[in-house]
Each structure stands twice: as C-alpha cells, then as structure tokens.
C-alpha cells in the first residue's frame, strides 16, 4: 500500500527519485547535467532540507533560491516548457510512490513555487 509523505526519509526517497528522473529528461536534464553540472551529494541533502521545510515546516532551509534560479536563468534561460516539464516529472515522482493530504501538498507547492518562479524569471 503506498502511503502519505510523512517524514524526512519519505521526503528523501522522493526526491531521490524526482531526480533520477531529471538526470536522464530530455527537456531539463542538460541544465542539471551540463550547464550546472551539478555536484549531487551536495546538491541532495540541500533539497531534502528545502522540501522538508516546505512541507513539515522545519526551518532546514534558508537559502534564497529565487537568487539561485534568477542566476541559473541568466546562464541558461529557463523558459515556460522547463518548468511544465519540472512540475510532470515531480508530480509523477510523488504519484509513483505516496498518495494523501501531504503528497496532495507536496504537489500544489511545486505547483506554486514554479509558478512564481516563472513570474519572476521569465515575464
């Protein structure tokens, strides 16, 4: 039975495997690969934090990651079909392994925070 995002381990094994499938997408995967190169073990831990405070509350994550993203933009312009294919492949990853009110959540955050992300860096 697949259950609701209940903690840090869950928000762990979801993001593991919202990025496995960033690593190999066609649309998205180039930024994280090749234009960032991002360092992974660096990279993991920091998401954990932020999707923990985003969901628990926890106070894990400080970072402004509108900066981050206004920066990664500048270096590679992200555009409207980046964030549409970050948001399926996230939304596939939360369905593929947790269903309840916190998976619910999980989803409408992304939603949201790539919203305004797209107002702010694209428009």
């Given at each position: 039975m697949i259950q609701d995002l209940i903690?840090?381990?869950?928000?762990e094994k979801l993001i593991i495997a919202f990025y496995e499938k960033v690593k190999i997408d066609e649309t998205i995967g180039y930024i994280?690969?090749?234009?960032?190169k991002v360092n992974w073990e660096k990279h993991l831990?920091?998401?954990?934090?932020f999707w923990e405070n985003a969901l628990f509350y926890t106070g894990t994550y400080s970072r402004d990651n509108m900066n981050i993203h206004r920066h990664l933009s500048y270096v590679t312009p992200l555009r409207k079909e980046h964030f549409e294919q970050w948001n399926k492949l996230f939304i596939q990853s939360v369905d593929e392994n947790f269903r309840g009110p916190n998976a619910e959540l999980a989803k409408q955050r992304a939603i949201s925070i790539s919203t305004v992300m797209q107002i702010k860096i694209i428009a």
């Open positions: 903690n840090r381990r869950d928000i994280f690969n090749d234009v960032v831990p920091v998401m954990f934090d």
